[in-house]
């Protein structure tokens, strides 16, 4: 009789905390996707040809197709970079794979890699 009660009781308890439990998971997976966990799907990468670098004002000019993380068709437009080394990475002519991202309300190529 003894081990019966004990075995409710433990029963009982797993029962009880089940739903918090879940809700403990819940909130963890939300809360490391928010912080930029491997589970968190990045930008794609987008492809494009190199048409003009500008070091003065510190854009790339890239013929591109089209943009599907900012909802943009193909056309050329210059772009604003996070790291100015990127200027120096690709010349008027290379194809490129980038990704273009709004940062504060300017378009912004935040990643590049030249394709050979």
Same mark, same amino acid.
């Given at each position: ?6 075995i409710?009781?433990v *029963?009982l308890v797993? @029962?009880? %905390?089940?739903p918090? !439990? =879940?809700?403990?998971?819940m909130?963890?997976?939300?809360h490391?996707?928010a912080?930029?966990?491997s589970a ?6 987008s ?5 003009k670098?500008?070091n003065? *004002?510190?854009k790339? @000019?890239? %013929?591109?197709?089209p !943009? =599907?993380?900012l ?14 080394a990127?200027?120096?990475q ?17 378009l ?5 890699e030249?394709?050979?």
């Amino acid at each position: 009789m003894k081990k019966l009660l004990a075995i409710l009781s433990v *029963s009982l308890v797993a @029962t009880a %905390a089940t739903p918090a !439990l =879940a809700q403990m998971a819940m909130n963890h997976d939300s809360h490391s996707m928010a912080h930029g966990s491997s589970a968190m799907p990045m930008s794609s990468m987008s492809e494009g040809m190199v048409k003009k670098v500008d070091n003065t *004002s510190g854009k790339i @000019t890239i %013929a591109h197709g089209p !943009l =599907a993380n900012l909802k943009m068709p193909p056309m050329t437009m210059a772009f604003a970079v996070t790291d100015k080394a990127m200027l120096t990475q690709a010349k008027a002519g290379d194809k490129v794979r980038f990704v273009a991202d709004d940062v504060n309300g300017t378009l912004t190529v935040t990643k590049l890699e030249t394709i050979k």
